[in-house]
């Protein structure tokens, strides 16, 4: 189910107690409270589309996003035939469907070759009837890629509109869709480490960082989990 590797420790550079230099770190607000995006490219955005790349010959035939077709557009191209925008409320721009992730009799039943589901479980409460709708909307041998926060902050947008509720391992989110899916049927990975993380909860972006630090992954901290799951 899980596929992580663990970056190698690196005793020899630890600092000594009390010596810890934390320079612009050394506060207790972080340098920005919109994930980066003020600064540039947010931090977990980067895995999120290193996940999605790596999983695109998935992004084919009827695609289903929330609220903007962005990483539909992007990773499936011409082998998307129709690409369809959920939102929960009419009126939307981008959407084409309205429905509720946790009401089944809301959306289509096996409609869907994917579902490009980037961080949007944390935002619904009852996140196990959600799945159970992905399941049911998924034609047979059709995919969800699902990405969840690990180590995040709160969503301020979010929490104040409908609710920010849950943050993810590989184990909590292996097991949400595997008693759905099929255990056999799901991976989930990770993807981040206590660089990236730092930086993220910061609001630090990309551009302020290493990337060839960013890039190594550290399964005992989690900033992204990733979920790609597959209808029987």
Same mark, same amino acid.
């Not at 970056?7 to 009390?18: D, E, F, L």
């Not at 909307?137 to 920010?164: E, N, Q």
């Not at 480490?193 to 190594?216: F, P, W």
């Given at each position: 189910m899980?596929?992580?590797?663990?970056?190698?420790?690196?005793? $020899? /550079?630890?600092?000594?107690?009390?010596?810890?230099?934390?320079?612009?770190? !050394?506060?207790?607000?972080? =340098?920005? #409270?919109?994930?980066?995006?003020?600064?540039?490219t947010?931090?977990?955005?980067?895995?999120?589309?290193?996940?999605l790349?790596?999983?695109?010959?998935?992004?084919?035939?009827?695609?289903?996003?929330i609220?903007?077709? /962005?990483? /539909?557009?992007q990773?499936?191209g011409?082998?998307? *035939?129709?690409?369809?925008?959920?939102? /929960?409320?009419?009126?939307?721009?981008?959407?084409t469907? *309205?429905?509720?992730?946790?009401?089944?009799?809301?959306?289509p039943?096996?409609?869907?070759?994917?579902?490009?589901?980037?961080?949007?479980?944390q935002?619904i409460?009852?996140?196990? $009837?959600?799945?159970?709708?992905?399941?049911?909307?998924?034609?047979?041998?059709?995919?969800?890629? $699902?990405?969840?926060?690990? =180590?995040?902050?709160?969503?301020?947008?979010?929490?104040? #509109?409908?609710?920010?509720?849950w943050?993810?391992t590989?184990?909590? $989110?292996?097991?949400?869709?595997?008693?759905?899916?099929?255990?056999?049927?799901?991976?989930?990975?990770s993807?981040?480490?206590?660089?990236?993380?730092?930086?993220?909860?910061?609001?630090?972006? =990309?551009?302020?960082?290493?990337?060839?630090?960013? !890039?190594?992954?550290?399964?005992?901290?989690?900033? =992204?989990?990733?979920?790609?799951?597959?209808?029987?």
């Amino acid at each position: 189910m899980a596929n992580v590797v663990s970056m190698p420790r690196q005793a $020899a /550079t630890t600092p000594t107690v009390g010596a810890v230099c934390l320079g612009d770190l !050394d506060r207790v607000d972080p =340098i920005s #409270r919109t994930f980066g995006f003020d600064r540039g490219t947010c931090i977990d955005r980067r895995y999120i589309e290193q996940f999605l790349s790596r999983e695109q010959a998935s992004i084919r035939g009827r695609v289903l996003e929330i609220a903007e077709n /962005t990483y /539909t557009r992007q990773f499936g191209g011409e082998r998307v *035939v129709q690409s369809d925008v959920l939102f /929960t409320k009419p009126g939307h721009r981008n959407g084409t469907i *309205v429905g509720d992730l946790t009401r089944r009799e809301s959306l289509p039943a096996c409609a869907f070759d994917c579902i490009v589901l980037t961080q949007t479980l944390q935002h619904i409460y009852d996140m196990h $009837a959600a799945v159970e709708t992905l399941h049911a909307i998924l034609k047979p041998t059709g995919v969800v890629l $699902a990405t969840m926060p690990g =180590i995040s902050h709160i969503s301020r947008f979010d929490m104040d #509109r409908w609710g920010d509720f849950w943050r993810f391992t590989t184990a909590s $989110a292996g097991r949400l869709f595997g008693d759905v899916f099929g255990i056999e049927n799901v991976r989930a990975d990770s993807w981040g480490n206590a660089y990236a993380a730092v930086g993220l909860l910061h609001g630090l972006a =990309i551009e302020d960082l290493d990337k060839a630090k960013i !890039d190594q992954p550290d399964c005992d901290y989690q900033v =992204i989990v990733t979920v790609a799951a597959t209808k029987a």
